[in-house]
């Protein structure tokens, strides 16, 4: 049997925890009536109908809490993809800027020409004058052109820092696929002087500009190849060069790879230019670049002295030779420089693509968000009803079993 203090206790409880659900939800509870707790029924029913309404009132209060997180949740997630394509528009905008630019820029190929056909008198002039206009049985059909105009880079001062590292003469370099490509372009008289009607000395000369001067002349069957790996899956062929290793383990500071490797070929350049099989890149620029090493700044390079077995340069400038010499002075303007890649339009469109992909499967996202909080606050709103009707019939919950027995008068006798 429950005393009446056991009943008053456990019916407070029920209106607390329906005050506390109540409070939270902006809804009004009638306030107890002191008849609530003041009778009982002596086999505890009262105080089993006070369990169920706590049962039942927090049964109500939990799934409006969790309803209540979820639409929290929901919420954040749509704030977050919002954010999300925000800074989506704000990226895919700067890279139409950047392709605006280049798209309004000069051919780059064409200004590579253009720079060459300034040295009006050398060889490298005319071979870019003659190259596609020439008669298949001349002497430059085995020619495949001019070192300055057979690789590209997707960045003008790293072009401008590799040719000065070439220099003049190695980027103004012809370059031949056989042997006998290279003794068609010069012959000579029974003295030993060079014959000025054959050859590309004969080419240049019908066109009115006679060739002044010495140049170079690379055949790539004559060049020792690279005979390493190549990096797995790479449409450019990059060479698996071992890179630079610090005691730990890490590369140097500021390492940023090998030059070899950041110049873009064409494809008809990648293989099987030589009777072995071979392309430019482990052939042509293996042997002008072989491991020369590319930092971000001279600061970086000149801690790696120990690693430079080949050279390096920096972004900045910084310049150290493969015999370990190390190039000061302000650096003179290299007019001819090696193009600039049209990959980097290409990588532009793709990641513009990739982008704008990724901006449309945000705001799909937000609008699934959207439509499941709006589903989930709907849910919520009935169950708030629910919980408002089942406040307001258990409010005025009174058991009045037994009655409440007077205490007996005191008689004044008279």
Known sequence: MFSPNQQQQQMAA?????????????????PPSPMNYVAQNRDGVALSQAESLVHSSKKLEDELLSLGNNIKHHEENIRQ???????????????????????????????????????????????????????????????????????????????RILSEYLGLDNMLALVCVTYNGVEALETYDKEGFVSKSSG????????GRP??????????ENLRPYVGEFIPDDPQKR????????????????????????????SAHLVSLTSDGHGLRETLFYNLFSGLQV?????????????????????????????????????????????????????????M???????????????????????VKYIFEVKKQEFVRFMAQSSPYVVMQYPVQATPRRTTPR
């Open 14 to 30: 029920v209106h607390a925890a329906a005050a506390a659900a109540a409070n939270l939800l902006n809804v009004q509870v009638p």
């Open 81 to 159: 993809l919002k954010t999300c394509i925000s800074s989506l528009d704000d990226q895919i905008a700067d890279m139409q800027v950047t392709l605006a630019k280049k798209n309004h820029s000069p051919d780059a190929p064409q200004a590579t020409l253009e720079q060459i056909m300034q040295h009006q008198k050398s060889a490298a002039s005319i071979v870019c004058q003659l190259k596609y206009n020439a008669d298949p049985n001349s002497s430059i059909n085995d020619l495949l052109g001019v070192v300055a105009t057979l690789g590209k880079l997707n960045d003008d001062n790293l072009s």
């Open 200 to 207: 590309l000395h004969g080419l240049s000369a019908s066109i």
């Open 211 to 220: 060739i002044d001067g010495r140049f170079n002349v690379i055949c790539l």
């Open 239 to 266: 060479l698996a060069l071992l890179k630079p290793k610090l005691p730990n383990g890490e590369s140097p500071q500021g390492f940023l790879g090998f030059a070899v490797n950041m110049i873009q070929l064409d």
């Open 295 to 351: 930092y971000n700044t001279r600061a970086h390079m000149l801690q790696a002295l120990p690693f430079l077995s080949h050279g390096a340069i920096s972004l900045d400038g910084g310049l150290v030779r493969s015999n370990g010499v190390i190039v000061f002075g302000t650096r003179g303007e290299m007019k001819v420089r090696f193009a600039r890649s049209s990959f980097v339009g290409d990588d532009i469109e793709n990641k």
């Open 353 to 375: 693509k990739e982008l704008k992909w990724r901006k449309e499967t945000s705001v799909e996202e937000v609008q699934r968000e959207e439509a499941m909080v709006q589903h």
